[in-house]
């Protein structure tokens, strides 16, 4: 028998124990194979590796449900399902939280020294570093925890290495002096993707460079006039005729004396500005171009931190800022600033904190990325890599295709030391796997380690093969990769998708397929399938901010509805492209969803406790199995059984094509709208355990009931893992079959079979709908006439025969769902009753009221007396002319209405008199 469960559904008593129990019991570990053959299907996918600074917000939530699902869904398929989760070692992000924590200190790390701050970091990720690994436990992410990596790790780092010196020699990592964008609050050189632009309203300059002569000067117009303190030269267009006289001539660069070249170059705009262009190589991209075409000079005139350096003389030690007011007042004394204009641009600003960045020449390691691209580009044009929704593959394309080489080093302490090192004596650097003994170009021993770090997106772009053993050709890489799928957010796509894709793709066509093969394109790609999941928003679809103030805490969510309520909502909603406008109105509806099922579970277990005390037996050992029915079981059976075969089916359907929300919508529907709203009322009929029951029907209807319950069960657990585990275990009173209910068969349409509906599976469900609808005409009709609801009425029914055939085998149904005290297949004896029409029926409803004829007098004289006592008041202020010349209009008017109100009480009571008059007198 089943164990109890509380009256109340209360998700704080049961989530916290079974996250716990399933952490615990390791049950959803997934060992290595020992041998392919024979192996099931695989389902392998990584998490997005959270930073280990990170919090879990609500794009946490949503991701981590559909992934749980989907794992979930695959397992209870029968398939080999492996989530690996991990936490990515975030080296900006940690570096800052580590510092802060230092300074509070009243210390920097430059005075801890490098190894010192480390071991801080070190620490800090000890004891701070695991909460949202700790959260995803509480959420009941169903990963494999004894997987869980983190990218730091001694195993990953040495794969780090690996791949680094392995490009290195490739000869696709190099070492050179090129503009990288530089944050000075982080230090540190940063990607594209890592700069955000928003535009701003910001002021241009325009400056008068004289010749050197002093016969004519030439007007630049620049935003950033601090930096014209590296200015190198001038351009202007060789076709520009108004400059065609000055090619070759030199300029003086005002504040500095340098004399600077006045040089062709197609890059200047005739059209724009003045048509002359100021060269600052070391302070911007295109300038920097322009002066290796011209083997100009780059002079650096700020230091990291964004102030003015020595080269900028006079402005050395100022923040670029303050030099810049300097520098402007300087000008306009000179009589040099021509003009100063309002105008529109397009600031930099880095992601992480910020700060708006600077253009800076640097000394970088580069990946020349195109040879990885090609062949990231042609694994998704091949369809090796199918997105969804497909509309991200022409983004992907038009980033690819337009892609720069990847500046993979970082001016940081925190993340994987680059492993090259420097000679003291040659000035060639060494790279090694290991740390070398002497410099590999002249055996010097003088060798430093280079400073940098990599770009936390090197190493993690490295996890769908390093997380399986790369560069070891290990069992795991054999049997797990690629995996199957990536679900992530479209704001990563070209900071880590990408970058998979083209790690994937370069470094795994070297490893053999496990026959021995040589491996193709198609399997060397990290995944299989990209679903990119939306955004979630606030109800009113506002991105969430905490400027705004409307960012959602999902753990706060989940202490109020419980974790199912809220992955169902996230589910409901997800509809593949489509952003999510999450509401506490629609976590709260499947709140009542979820009290729903519990309360259905209570009614069947009492019916189980009702059967064993009528010696009715019931076997829990086959449930699970296949559904079954025939020709000759009651139709609300052998349409349940049908309904269920159908939800099971597009649930199915929906998940397979990520369609998360007709997922959850189809399951709610089947179970609150066919399942409880209509099955469970009409099996209530057929569980009879009185003596003189049919025990053959009681019985059999009982295991139907708990047959369905128990599959729709399972097809429930995907969405809402907690509530589904506490209510199957109890019913098979804390022993069930498996040690959890996410072992157990998913349902699909083909487990259910009905032999009635073999020839014409929809015989059965238009059997059912015409009830159903029969039963709705007759409850509004009741409505219509004001049938008390513990009073039965007589129904007339006609229609066609098959119409009446099915009614006429279901009676019992219909007057028990109905209230019907009887049907009569003819048209109603009394004329002028509302009537329902069907597509092949017609119903009405003839209800005579029983009156008390002496009651009923007493109540409407009673009544009556009231009603003229208070027109008797009405009508004396009404004739009351001096009230009339002093009453409000308002008051007046309301008067007459209720006036008017009462008389036709008055005339309705009077009737109803002699209605009963009439009534006596027959």
């Known amino acids: 028998m089943p164990r109890e469960l509380s009256k109340a559904y209360d998700p704080t008593a049961i989530e916290a124990r079974w996250a716990e129990y399933w952490v615990r019991e390791r049950l959803f570990e997934v060992p290595t194979p020992e041998k392919l053959d024979g192996v099931p299907p695989r389902f392998t996918l990584l998490l997005p590796p959270p930073n280990v600074t990170g919090r ?87 990963v494999d925890w004894s997987r869980e990596y983190f990218t730091m790790d001694e195993r990953l780092s040495v794969a780090v290495k690996e791949a680094f010196v392995r490009l290195y020699e490739q000869g696709l990592i190099y070492r050179g002096a090129y503009i990288v964008n530089w944050c000075p609050r982080c230090q540190t050189a940063i990607s594209d993707l890592e700069v955000v632009h928003e535009e701003q309203q910001g002021k241009l300059y325009e400056i008068r460079y004289p010749l050197v002569d002093g016969t004519d000067s030439v007007t630049i117009a620049t935003t950033r006039p601090e930096t014209m303190l590296g200015d190198v030269a001038v351009v202007v267009n060789p076709t520009d005729v108004r400059y065609l006289h000055l090619h070759g001539k030199k300029l003086r660069l005002p ?71 300097r520098i402007l007042a300087d000008l306009e004394q000179q009589g040099l600033l021509v003009a100063v204009r309002d105008y529109v641009n397009s600031i930099g600003k880095c992601d992480r904190c910020k700060t708006v960045v600077e253009p800076r020449l640097s000394t970088q390691w580069f990946i020349k990325i195109q040879p990885l691209a090609d062949k990231a580009i042609e694994a998704v044009e091949t369809g090796a890599i199918r997105f969804m929704p497909e509309q991200y593959k022409k983004t992907y394309f038009e980033w690819m295709r337009n892609i720069h080489d990847w500046c993979i080093s970082r001016q940081l302490w925190w993340g994987h030391r680059i492993p090259a090192w420097h000679c003291a004596n040659c ?142 909502t996230l589910a409901s909603m997800a509809s ?171 349902p699909g349409g083909s487990e259910v079979r009905d032999n009635d509906l073999d020839a014409k599976p929809a015989a059965v469900d238009l059997e059912m709908f015409l009830l159903k609808e029969i039963i709705a005409d007759i409850r509004n009709l009741r409505k219509e006439q004001d049938v008390p609801e513990k009073e039965a009425a007589p129904v007339f029914l006609t229609g066609a025969d098959n119409a009446i055939r099915i009614v006429q085998n279901n009676e019992e149904m219909i007057q028990r769902l109905a209230r019907a005290s009887g049907i009569s297949y003819s048209k109603p004896p009394v004329q002028g009753l509302s009537i329902r029409h069907g597509v092949n029926y017609e119903v009405a409803l003839h209800y005579e009221r029983q009156v008390d004829v002496a009651a009923e007098r007493e109540r409407l004289a009673k009544d009556l007396a009231k009603f003229e006592k208070e027109m008797e ?50």
């Not at 290796?292 to 670029?320: C, F, Q, W």
């Not at 430093?448 to 936390?456: H, S």
């Not at 790690?503 to 198609?522: I, N, T, W």
């Not at 009339?884 to 036709?904: C, H, M, W, Y």
């Open 56 to 142: 879990l917000h609500m794009g946490h939530m949503l991701n981590q449900t559909e992934m749980d699902i989907l794992t979930r869904w695959h397992r209870m398929r029968g398939e080999l399902s492996l989530w690996v989760p991990g936490t990515d070692h975030a080296g900006i992000a940690t570096q800052m939280m580590v510092e802060r924590q230092v300074a509070k200190e009243g210390k920097t790390r430059q005075e801890l020294g490098r190894e010192a701050f480390v071991e801080r970091v070190w620490e800090w990720k000890q004891e701070y570093g695991g909460a949202i690994l700790d959260q995803m436990k509480r959420l009941g992410a169903s």
């Open 576 to 746: 593949p492209g489509t952003d999510i406008a999450f509401s506490e109105a629609r976590t709260e509806g499947y709140r009542a969803f979820a009290n729903k099922i519990w309360n259905a579970a209570r009614f069947i277990f009492m019916q189980m406790e009702r059967a064993k005390e009528a010696g009715v037996i019931v076997d829990l050992q086959h449930l699970g199995q296949t559904l079954a029915s025939n020709e000759h079981a009651p139709l609300e059976e052998r349409w349940i059984i049908s309904r269920f075969s159908q939800c099971s089916a597009d649930v199915n359907h929906a998940l397979a094509d990520y369609r998360f929300d007709d997922a959850a919508n189809r399951t709610y529907q089947f179970f609150w709208g066919e399942f409880c709203d209509w099955y469970l009322e009409v099996v209530k009929i057929r569980l009879d355990f009185g003596e003189t029951a049919d025990k053959v029907t009681t019985t059999t209807a009982l295991a139907t009931l708990l047959s369905v319950f128990e599959a729709s069960l399972r097809l429930l657990s995907p969405f809402m893992p907690f509530l589904t585990e506490e209510i199957w275990t109890a019913l098979y009173d804390g022993a069930p079959p498996l040690k959890s209910i996410a072992l157990s068969r998913f």
């Open 255 to 325: 504040l500095t004396g340098r004399e600077i070249p006045i040089l062709p170059d197609e890059w200047a705009n005739p059209e724009f500005g003045t048509g002359a262009v100021k060269v600052t190589p070391a302070h911007d991209p295109n300038d920097f171009a322009i002066a290796e075409r011209h083997k100009l000079p780059s002079i650096v005139v700020m230091d990291e931190t964004a102030h003015m350096n020595a080269e900028a003389g006079v402005y050395a030690g100022l923040d670029r800022y303050e030099a810049r007011k």
């Open 427 to 568: 000035r060639e650097i060494t790279v090694a796997r290991d740390t070398p003994a002497a410099c590999s170009h002249c055996g010097n021993e003088k060798l430093t380690q280079e400073t940098d770090v990599l770009d936390t997106w090197f190493s993690s772009g490295l996890l769908p093969f390093t997380v399986f053993g790369w560069p070891a050709q290990t069992p795991d890489l054999a049997a797990f990769y690629p995996t199957q799928l990536l679900v992530t957010g479209f704001d990563i796509l070209f900071f880590w998708v990408a970058r998979m894709i083209m790690l994937g793709c370069h470094f795994m066509l070297d490893v053999p397929m496990p026959d021995g093969s040589k491996r193709m394109l198609a399997d060397a790609v990290p995944f299989r399938e990209v679903y990119i999941h939306a955004l979630v928003r606030d109800a009113d679809r506002q991105k969430m901010s905490k400027t705004k103030g409307n960012v959602i805490d999902p753990i706060e969510i989940i202490h109020q509805y419980g974790t199912d309520a809220v992955r169902f």
């Open 873 to 922: 008041s009405k009508q004396k202020q009404l004739q009351n002319e001096a009230f009339l010349a002093k009453a409000p209009v308002k008051v007046v008017d309301g008067l007459r209405a209720r006036a008017d109100e009462l008389q036709s009480l008055i005339e309705k009571a009077n009737a109803a008199l002699r209605a009963l008059e009439s009534l006596e007198a027959q």
